[in-house]
């Protein structure tokens, strides 16, 4: 009698470790999110010392722009030199560059503009260069499976931090001074600077050798961008959106709360829901894997379009704060997927400068449609920029989603 020999038993696929349990990628994601807790940090403190009359509302606004002025040169630099050498070098650099422009900071705050100013800008550079460092250095760190997982977790520290920072920072105000907070954030920095391990791209080498300028290799990153039509259409929806939309609520939200509805309440509910919002997002993203992944996200994108709707007329305050919890829900549904088909699409030596470009491009002008938003309420009237905004809110990611490779936001799906 023949016996049949028994069947092996078939293996069961790996199971991929949650991607908070791998060191490395928590040793980044901490020094993320200590950067994003200094970043958000600075400008909330040095309202304190508005408040408590050591800044005066023109010093706070100096201030802020040499942030913002650093931020945009140094994101640019930050991009070629992340490419070009050690990423997590990069990153250690940037960080401790802030970390030592922060104890200047505290000790020119109230005594002289200039220092004070320089370190601002020292500050913001630190900050510009680590962003595209830190972007690319998820890709090294983190393998492609999770990369949308690492994501999210990246984007739901910062919303958190954005959610329970503002009372942690007044309540440790009733004790502590601005010059002593600031110290804190600096502390933030090397926090940021020293605790990210290093991913797996190249190193920077010791040996000299004959490398294109620096222009050049930004004309590349460029160049890279422009190989990727979906990157560009999504880009332009997503600047649209930041200028206008971003902007006009940023400006007109303060005044409806104050003249329509006669309460800060509708602002801090608003506010309020947007992070709640924006937390529900990217607990839904790191597990939602839609077919459609580009048009899904342009649809998160283009919801941000409710929160200037909103304000437009005279609504009760339960759906204005229901627009704002929708607009943060959008914005990570759109973050999440961009983020990781970048990584993933974008040629790897050249992903910071890309990153860099997306950086510069979105943020960069989120202050000059600041700027330009209450000369055109003061010309053409609030409820009808709103609903200019609201309007290009809506539009700009339906023309993006246009472009064929959008659909997922991969170059292959080129016709």
């Not at 999210?152 to 009372?167: C, N, Q």
Request: hydrophobic residues 55%; positive net charge.
């Amino acid at each position: 009698m023949t016996t049949t020999p028994a069947r092996a038993p078939e293996s069961s696929p790996p199971r991929t470790r949650p991607v908070l349990l791998d060191p490395a990628f928590l040793r980044l994601w901490s020094g993320t999110t200590a950067s994003g807790l200094a970043t958000w940090a600075l400008p909330f403190v040095l309202g304190l010392a508005v408040l408590d009359r050591t800044l005066s509302a023109a010093a706070l606004g100096l201030l802020l722009a040499a942030r913002t002025v650093g931020f945009l040169v140094a994101v640019a630099i930050g991009g070629v030199l992340a490419d070009r050498y050690s990423r997590r070098a990069v990153v250690a650099w940037a960080g401790l560059a802030a970390a030592a422009a922060t104890p200047v900071l505290a000790a020119g705050v109230g005594h002289s503009l200039a220092v004070t100013a320089g370190a601002a800008l020292v500050a913001g550079a630190g900050q510009g260069a680590c962003r595209p460092a830190f972007q690319a250095l998820t890709a090294e760190v983190v393998d492609a499976e999770r990369r949308q997982q690492a994501n999210a977790a990246m984007t739901l520290s910062v919303r958190v931090t954005t959610l329970a920072a503002p009372s942690l920072t007044a309540l440790l105000a009733v004790v502590l001074d601005t010059s002593t907070l600031l110290l804190g954030i600096g502390l933030l920095w090397l926090v940021a600077a020293l605790i990210p391990g290093p991913g797996v791209g190249k190193q920077s080498s010791s040996e000299p050798t004959q490398r294109p300028s620096f222009f050049r290799e930004f004309g590349e990153g460029l160049r890279e961008a422009r190989r990727h039509p979906w990157f560009l259409a999504g880009l332009g929806a997503l600047t649209a959106v930041i200028a206008t939309g971003y902007s006009a609520t940023g400006v007109a939200l303060p005044l409806i709360s104050r003249d329509r509805y006669d309460t800060e309440l509708v602002l801090a509910a608003a506010m309020t829901a947007y992070t709640v919002g924006a937390l529900a997002g990217a607990l839904v993203i790191a597990r939602l894997r839609p077919r459609a992944q580009g048009w899904s996200a342009l649809a998160g994108l283009a919801c941000y379009g409710f929160a200037p709707l909103s304000l437009v007329f005279p609504v009760h305050p339960a759906f204005v704060i229901a627009a704002y919890a929708v607009a943060g829900l959008g914005i990570e549904l759109f973050n999440v997927p961009w983020f990781t088909a970048t990584q993933r699409e974008v040629a790897p030596d050249k992903l910071a400068r890309v990153s860099s470009l997306d950086f510069m491009l979105s943020y960069g002008l989120a202050p000059l449609g600041l700027a330009l938003m209450a000369p055109a309420i003061d010309a053409l009237g609030i409820r009808a920029v709103l609903a200019v905004c609201a309007l290009i809110c809506f539009l700009a990611p339906a023309a993006a989603a246009l472009v064929p490779s959008t659909r997922g936001f991969a170059r292959s799906e080129e016709g």
